[in-house]
């Protein structure tokens, strides 16, 4: 009877422990805007010690990530714009509101390294760039388009850039135009710029355009390990993700 007993101890204790070993070492699976991104990236393996799991993350733009989570994407941790934390905290989809902020970004425009910097400090000096420029590049749906345009209108050349406007999904389309020569400007956020090596940025929106997109994370109303995506989220908000967030031309929340 005894051993029987010893067994059956011995039997639960692998249990308990395998148990602990697997919570431990689960994957914690973010979604995050290409806006981040580069945030993200320089933190992942500080953020992996921090909370003591690996982390999956995938990026692509706020409006994308959010029709993949009204389809049904698993995820544990989200990083988009604040008005679509609050969307999903509406829907059920996350908890805390409108999450935790995380940073903010505004727009800017990059150039091609070694390219010709056109003045664009002042709405009149931005109006004669956009109309010298043989072809302009930015995504139709991402965080920063509103802002385009908005500018674009109050300019009055909306229409006259229409036929030299190239569009793209991605804010990597967008880079990859202005790198390749297709655009001479790739209109998005500065922190989606100053990561790319074969471009440079030429500026940020005139103060009469400017606009900042403010990301925020939230923890999924499902998720596999809340403690873990809380943590990540912590320490993504906490000092020691500043120096990085100033780096990458976004502001901290």
Do not use: C, W
Request: a neutral charge; charged letters at 20%.
């Amino acid at each position: 009877m005894r051993k029987y007993l010893i067994a059956a101890v011995t039997v639960a204790f692998v249990f308990l422990f395998v148990k602990r070993a697997a919570a431990q070492t689960s994957e914690v699976r973010v979604l995050a805007s290409n806006g981040i991104k580069a945030v993200v990236e320089d933190l992942l393996p500080q953020t992996e010690h921090a909370i003591g799991h690996p982390i999956s993350v995938q990026y692509r733009p706020t409006a994308a990530l959010k029709q993949e989570i009204d389809a049904g994407e698993p995820f544990d941790v989200v990083i988009v714009t604040v008005e679509s934390v609050a969307q999903l905290s509406k829907e059920g989809k996350t908890v805390g509101g409108d999450g935790t902020p995380i940073s903010r970004a505004g727009v800017g425009i990059g150039i091609r390294k070694g390219a010709a910097r056109p003045d664009i400090s002042t709405p009149e000096a931005l109006k004669r760039a956009l109309l010298g420029a043989k072809a302009i590049a930015y995504g139709p749906t991402g965080a920063s388009t509103p802002y385009i345009t908005r500018m674009l209108d109050t300019l009055g050349i909306a229409d006259t850039m229409k036929a030299k406007t190239l569009l793209f999904d991605t804010s990597d389309g967008t880079n990859a135009a202005v790198a390749e020569g297709e655009a001479d400007f790739g209109i998005t956020l500065v922190s989606e710029i100053l990561p790319v090596k074969s471009l440079e940025l030429l500026g940020p929106f005139p103060d009469a355009f400017q606009g900042y997109v403010r990301f925020s994370a939230a923890v999924s109303a499902s998720a596999k390990n809340p403690e873990a995506a809380s943590a990540l989220i912590k320490f993504l908000a906490g000092p020691e993700a500043l120096p990085s967030i100033k780096a990458r031309g976004m502001q901290a929340h």
